[in-house]
């Protein structure tokens, strides 16, 4: 099937982007307004970016009326925020901030979570995340400012990372099954990162046993 | 544990990164050069922008040398670039394409991979992934010209989709299990997205039974 997307409507076009591009890491994302109200969102068009500058990004999209979300707008205001790792443990919790809630009132609240202080911005961070990573906002970049869906990249610079020691293994790494990450899919839909395989790299792939991913 | 990025390696705080934001999609890029070689390598900094513009990223970083990557020169160069999406069957492919080739080898053949033609743009797509997005680079955004590892953010606008018509499901959307797309972990590291589960949205998280992931 071949589609051309400037014949879908917005809600197909998102549908196609949120079946394929899976799983998708999910960044919830802490900011705080000028006025100090503390807001929590998750997105799942996020990214880390590279080790120079340390600095990763996430994309929350214009609202449907064309005005940006709380959490776009206290990264901009502001120039912080946090990007907290979501596990099993909270992923309940998590989608519960994703309720869009009367103004001035804290997502933090409405899911029973506590606020841990960041060490470097105001911001809180979620206590009881494995991993927060605390950011500036280095650059926004509105690919259609004021347009209803309008697309927006936050970059973000990382100057404090927190870690859970209980995450660490023996050599250091995060041990992605303490982690127990969540991923996200379409819909309602969301995976584990339990079933894991190790692949080669490169050449020596070629040469290795079929990957078994059951 | 609370880490100051400034005091590590920059392999310290990548092997940070990439253990902690997962799961990560995968987009297998497939460019041209201006002098027709194509080109084909896997990135795991991807994510969907928005529906309007109708827009996807990747971050190619540079080479440690302080060099762009081959798919970050195409897509600039030619203004074109394709992501692929990557399935169990096709993972050991796509490590193989991985490998550091020779200038004017191509990936697909190494991997043994056929070329099949796009719509709209000059790159070619990979023959048996089940979605393709065809894109124009709409934007490049340099975080660190000349420098090593720097991060680079390829933002492209998606002008033509390829579906697989076996992954659809009978409400014309993309079946997770037909597509069994895999993710990118820490290291050698791959995950399945064979397990599921559904969490209601919002404010119903909250009174919903504890998701099991098992």
Known sequence: MQIDPAKLDITERYKLQIGAIVPRPI????TRSESGV?????FSFFSGIASEPYSLLF???NKPDGTEKDTL???SATGEFVVNIVT???AQQMSA???NLPDGESEFDFAGLIEAPSAVVKPPRVAGAPVSFECRTREIVRLAPGMPNGGNVVIGEIV???VDDAIIDERRRIDPERLAAVGRMAGLTYCSTRQRVDIPFGAKALDAPAPSFT
Do not use: D, G, K, M
């Not at 960044?27 to 802490?30: C, E, F, I, P, Q």
């Open 38 to 42: 503390s807001n929590l969102a998750p």
């Open 73 to 75: 707008r206290n990264a």
């Open 97 to 99: 901030t994703a309720e």
């Open 59 to 61: 994309c929350p999209s």
């Open 27 to 30: 960044a919830w994302v802490s």
């Open 160 to 162: 404090q990372v927190h």
């Open 88 to 90: 099993e443990a909270q």
